[in-house]
Antibody, heavy 122, light 109 residues
Protein backbone atom coordinates (compact mmCIF):
# COMPACT_ATOMS: atom_id res chain seq x y z
CA UNK A 1 0.00 0.00 0.00
CA UNK A 2 1.30 3.43 -0.95
CA UNK A 3 1.59 5.62 2.15
CA UNK A 4 2.80 9.07 3.07
CA UNK A 5 2.94 9.87 6.80
CA UNK A 6 3.75 13.37 8.02
CA UNK A 7 5.11 14.24 11.44
CA UNK A 8 6.80 17.08 13.27
CA UNK A 9 3.97 19.55 13.59
CA UNK A 10 3.17 21.39 16.79
CA UNK A 11 2.82 24.71 18.55
CA UNK A 12 5.62 27.22 18.01
CA UNK A 13 6.06 30.88 18.81
CA UNK A 14 6.35 33.49 16.07
CA UNK A 15 9.90 33.58 14.81
CA UNK A 16 10.50 29.99 15.80
CA UNK A 17 11.40 26.93 13.76
CA UNK A 18 9.98 23.48 13.03
CA UNK A 19 11.08 20.59 10.86
CA UNK A 20 8.39 18.51 9.23
CA UNK A 21 9.01 14.99 7.99
CA UNK A 22 7.14 12.80 5.54
CA UNK A 23 7.88 9.08 5.70
CA UNK A 24 6.89 7.11 2.64
CA UNK A 25 6.36 3.44 1.82
CA UNK A 26 4.86 1.20 -0.82
CA UNK A 27 6.52 2.79 -3.86
CA UNK A 28 9.95 3.66 -5.23
CA UNK A 29 10.38 7.04 -3.56
CA UNK A 30 13.46 7.99 -5.59
CA UNK A 31 11.41 7.92 -8.82
CA UNK A 32 8.90 10.56 -7.76
CA UNK A 33 8.73 14.32 -7.43
CA UNK A 34 7.10 15.39 -4.15
CA UNK A 35 5.33 18.48 -2.83
CA UNK A 36 4.27 20.16 0.38
CA UNK A 37 0.76 21.63 0.37
CA UNK A 38 -0.86 23.45 3.29
CA UNK A 39 -4.35 24.39 4.37
CA UNK A 40 -4.99 27.16 6.88
CA UNK A 41 -7.96 26.65 9.23
CA UNK A 42 -11.21 27.00 7.29
CA UNK A 43 -9.36 27.90 4.11
CA UNK A 44 -8.48 26.31 0.80
CA UNK A 45 -5.42 24.42 -0.36
CA UNK A 46 -2.14 26.24 -0.99
CA UNK A 47 0.87 24.66 -2.68
CA UNK A 48 4.06 25.41 -0.71
CA UNK A 49 7.04 23.67 -2.28
CA UNK A 50 8.23 21.06 -4.80
CA UNK A 51 11.33 18.90 -5.02
CA UNK A 52 12.26 16.73 -7.96
CA UNK A 53 13.17 13.08 -7.59
CA UNK A 54 16.91 13.75 -7.57
CA UNK A 55 16.65 17.03 -5.60
CA UNK A 56 18.02 18.87 -8.64
CA UNK A 57 14.97 21.13 -8.99
CA UNK A 58 13.26 22.93 -6.12
CA UNK A 59 10.48 25.52 -6.11
CA UNK A 60 8.69 27.52 -3.41
CA UNK A 61 5.65 29.74 -3.19
CA UNK A 62 6.77 33.36 -2.82
CA UNK A 63 5.47 33.70 0.74
CA UNK A 64 7.92 31.11 2.13
CA UNK A 65 11.01 31.81 0.02
CA UNK A 66 14.04 32.41 2.21
CA UNK A 67 12.30 30.91 5.27
CA UNK A 68 11.43 27.32 4.30
CA UNK A 69 13.76 24.67 2.89
CA UNK A 70 12.57 21.45 1.28
CA UNK A 71 14.83 18.42 1.13
CA UNK A 72 14.70 14.66 0.75
CA UNK A 73 16.70 11.57 1.60
CA UNK A 74 16.07 8.90 -1.00
CA UNK A 75 17.95 6.32 1.04
CA UNK A 76 15.46 6.84 3.87
CA UNK A 77 12.40 7.29 1.61
CA UNK A 78 11.71 10.56 3.40
CA UNK A 79 10.87 14.17 2.63
CA UNK A 80 11.49 17.15 4.89
CA UNK A 81 10.44 20.78 5.30
CA UNK A 82 12.59 23.00 7.49
CA UNK A 83 10.52 26.00 8.49
CA UNK A 84 12.27 29.03 10.01
CA UNK A 85 11.08 32.52 10.99
CA UNK A 86 7.57 31.21 11.35
CA UNK A 87 4.64 33.61 11.24
CA UNK A 88 1.04 33.38 12.38
CA UNK A 89 -0.02 33.09 8.75
CA UNK A 90 1.96 29.85 8.44
CA UNK A 91 -0.56 28.18 10.76
CA UNK A 92 -2.02 25.30 8.75
CA UNK A 93 -2.26 21.60 8.19
CA UNK A 94 0.74 20.60 6.10
CA UNK A 95 0.40 17.72 3.64
CA UNK A 96 3.06 15.94 1.63
CA UNK A 97 1.75 14.88 -1.77
CA UNK A 98 3.28 12.78 -4.53
CA UNK A 99 3.36 14.03 -8.12
CA UNK A 100 1.90 11.85 -10.83
CA UNK A 101 4.62 9.66 -12.26
CA UNK A 102 6.15 10.72 -15.54
CA UNK A 103 4.52 14.15 -15.69
CA UNK A 104 6.98 17.00 -15.39
CA UNK A 105 5.67 20.53 -15.66
CA UNK A 106 1.95 19.85 -15.49
CA UNK A 107 1.79 17.26 -12.75
CA UNK A 108 -1.02 16.87 -10.30
CA UNK A 109 -0.76 14.97 -7.02
CA UNK A 110 -2.07 11.44 -6.81
CA UNK A 111 -1.24 10.40 -3.24
CA UNK A 112 -1.48 12.56 -0.10
CA UNK A 113 -0.53 12.06 3.50
CA UNK A 114 -2.97 12.68 6.34
CA UNK A 115 -1.31 15.95 7.29
CA UNK A 116 0.43 17.42 10.32
CA UNK A 117 -0.76 20.56 12.10
CA UNK A 118 1.48 23.58 12.60
CA UNK A 119 0.26 26.33 14.91
CA UNK A 120 2.26 29.55 15.19
CA UNK A 121 1.12 31.52 18.20
CA UNK A 122 2.47 33.24 21.29
CA UNK B 1 -0.77 36.67 -10.29
CA UNK B 2 -2.45 33.73 -12.01
CA UNK B 3 -5.63 32.49 -10.39
CA UNK B 4 -8.17 29.72 -10.86
CA UNK B 5 -11.78 30.72 -10.21
CA UNK B 6 -14.46 28.36 -8.89
CA UNK B 7 -17.96 29.03 -7.52
CA UNK B 8 -17.99 28.89 -3.72
CA UNK B 9 -20.93 26.51 -3.58
CA UNK B 10 -23.10 24.19 -5.64
CA UNK B 11 -26.22 22.41 -4.42
CA UNK B 12 -28.01 19.46 -6.02
CA UNK B 13 -30.52 16.81 -5.02
CA UNK B 14 -29.53 13.15 -4.90
CA UNK B 15 -29.56 11.57 -8.35
CA UNK B 16 -29.11 14.87 -10.15
CA UNK B 17 -26.02 16.03 -12.03
CA UNK B 18 -23.58 18.46 -10.42
CA UNK B 19 -21.27 20.57 -12.53
CA UNK B 20 -18.41 22.56 -11.04
CA UNK B 21 -16.56 24.96 -13.30
CA UNK B 22 -13.02 26.26 -12.93
CA UNK B 23 -11.70 29.07 -15.09
CA UNK B 24 -8.16 30.26 -15.71
CA UNK B 25 -6.33 31.90 -18.60
CA UNK B 26 -3.62 29.24 -18.79
CA UNK B 27 -5.91 26.23 -18.72
CA UNK B 28 -5.71 25.77 -22.51
CA UNK B 29 -1.95 25.24 -22.08
CA UNK B 30 -1.75 23.29 -18.83
CA UNK B 31 -3.55 20.24 -17.48
CA UNK B 32 -6.19 20.58 -14.80
CA UNK B 33 -6.70 18.28 -11.84
CA UNK B 34 -9.63 17.88 -9.46
CA UNK B 35 -9.51 16.90 -5.79
CA UNK B 36 -12.27 15.92 -3.39
CA UNK B 37 -11.84 16.80 0.28
CA UNK B 38 -14.20 15.81 3.05
CA UNK B 39 -14.02 17.50 6.48
CA UNK B 40 -11.01 16.41 8.50
CA UNK B 41 -9.58 14.33 5.66
CA UNK B 42 -6.79 14.72 3.14
CA UNK B 43 -7.66 15.55 -0.47
CA UNK B 44 -8.23 12.73 -2.96
CA UNK B 45 -7.47 13.02 -6.67
CA UNK B 46 -10.67 12.39 -8.65
CA UNK B 47 -9.73 13.66 -12.15
CA UNK B 48 -6.28 14.08 -13.70
CA UNK B 49 -5.05 15.57 -16.98
CA UNK B 50 -8.39 17.34 -17.54
CA UNK B 51 -10.55 14.26 -18.03
CA UNK B 52 -8.87 11.03 -16.88
CA UNK B 53 -10.21 9.15 -13.88
CA UNK B 54 -7.87 7.38 -11.44
CA UNK B 55 -8.55 3.76 -10.61
CA UNK B 56 -11.01 3.42 -7.77
CA UNK B 57 -12.88 6.63 -8.57
CA UNK B 58 -16.54 5.98 -9.49
CA UNK B 59 -17.54 6.39 -13.14
CA UNK B 60 -20.03 9.11 -12.17
CA UNK B 61 -17.05 11.49 -11.87
CA UNK B 62 -15.93 13.00 -15.19
CA UNK B 63 -13.94 15.98 -16.38
CA UNK B 64 -13.99 18.12 -19.49
CA UNK B 65 -12.20 21.13 -20.91
CA UNK B 66 -13.25 23.95 -23.19
CA UNK B 67 -11.04 26.95 -23.73
CA UNK B 68 -10.22 28.64 -20.44
CA UNK B 69 -12.73 26.58 -18.46
CA UNK B 70 -12.56 23.05 -17.11
CA UNK B 71 -15.58 21.33 -15.59
CA UNK B 72 -16.00 18.54 -13.08
CA UNK B 73 -19.26 16.67 -13.61
CA UNK B 74 -20.76 14.29 -11.08
CA UNK B 75 -23.64 12.32 -12.58
CA UNK B 76 -26.21 10.74 -10.32
CA UNK B 77 -24.92 12.53 -7.22
CA UNK B 78 -24.95 10.53 -4.02
CA UNK B 79 -24.99 11.75 -0.43
CA UNK B 80 -21.38 10.58 -0.01
CA UNK B 81 -20.27 13.03 -2.71
CA UNK B 82 -20.91 15.98 -0.40
CA UNK B 83 -17.46 17.55 -0.03
CA UNK B 84 -15.26 20.42 -1.10
CA UNK B 85 -13.82 20.14 -4.62
CA UNK B 86 -10.66 21.93 -5.73
CA UNK B 87 -9.27 22.40 -9.22
CA UNK B 88 -5.51 22.69 -9.65
CA UNK B 89 -3.19 23.58 -12.49
CA UNK B 90 0.25 25.02 -13.14
CA UNK B 91 1.58 28.54 -13.47
CA UNK B 92 4.96 29.05 -15.13
CA UNK B 93 4.49 32.70 -16.08
CA UNK B 94 7.07 33.96 -13.59
CA UNK B 95 8.33 30.94 -11.72
CA UNK B 96 6.94 27.48 -11.29
CA UNK B 97 4.04 27.01 -8.95
CA UNK B 98 1.02 24.79 -8.59
CA UNK B 99 -2.18 26.81 -8.30
CA UNK B 100 -5.45 25.78 -6.65
CA UNK B 101 -8.88 27.20 -7.14
CA UNK B 102 -10.61 28.52 -4.06
CA UNK B 103 -12.72 25.38 -3.73
CA UNK B 104 -16.41 24.59 -4.23
CA UNK B 105 -18.55 23.16 -1.47
CA UNK B 106 -20.93 20.62 -2.97
CA UNK B 107 -24.08 20.23 -0.89
CA UNK B 108 -26.38 17.27 -1.51
CA UNK B 109 -29.86 18.41 -0.54
Amino acid sequence: EVQLVESGGGLVQPGGSLRLSCATSGFTFSNYNINWVRQAPGRGLEWVSYISSSSSTIYYVDSVKGRFTISRDNAKNSLYLQMNSLRAEDTAVYYCARDLYGVQIDAGMDVWGQGTTVTVSS
Amino acid sequence: SYELTQPPSVSVSPGQTARIACSGDALPRHYAYWYQQKPGQAPILVIYKDSARPSGIPERFSGSSSGTTVTLTISGVQAEDEAAYYCQSTDISATYRKVFGGGTKLTVL
